[in-house]
């Protein structure tokens, strides 16, 4: 599968990343895979993460899907139903995901 740019303007800026960071790097736990059987596999992802609720962050969650929105309307026109909870990840030296 190729790789495909869509922009090269930020998502978020670096105040508001720098808040995120913040707010939410105290509150990750081991990152787990497998869906709904997920457990902690380290050989696969090693990596910390924390859920971000909607109400916790509106906003957040309302940047995020303006912005997909807008892309989708200028490349692709798919029709979108939703999204997935966002999540914080906190990768440290030597943490990957394969």
């Known amino acids: 599968?190729?790789?495909?740019?869509?922009?090269?303007?930020?998502?978020i800026v670096n105040d508001i990343c720098n808040s995120l960071i913040m707010s939410?790097?105290?509150k990750v736990n081991p990152a787990k895979v497998g869906g709904m059987?997920?457990?902690v596999n380290e050989d696969i992802r090693s990596t910390k993460a924390y859920p971000i609720d909607i109400q916790e962050n509106q906003q957040l969650y309302a940047g995020i899907?303006?912005?997909?929105?807008r892309m989708n309307d200028d490349h692709w026109n798919f029709k979108l139903e939703g999204m997935d909870k966002l999540q914080f990840?906190?990768?440290e030296q030597g943490d990957h995901y394969n």
């Open 1 to 11: 599968m190729g790789h495909c740019l869509v922009s090269s303007e930020p998502i």
């Open 24 to 26: 939410f790097q105290d």
């Open 37 to 39: 059987k997920s457990k």
């Open 65 to 69: 899907a303006e912005y997909c929105n």
């Open 89 to 91: 990840l906190l990768y």
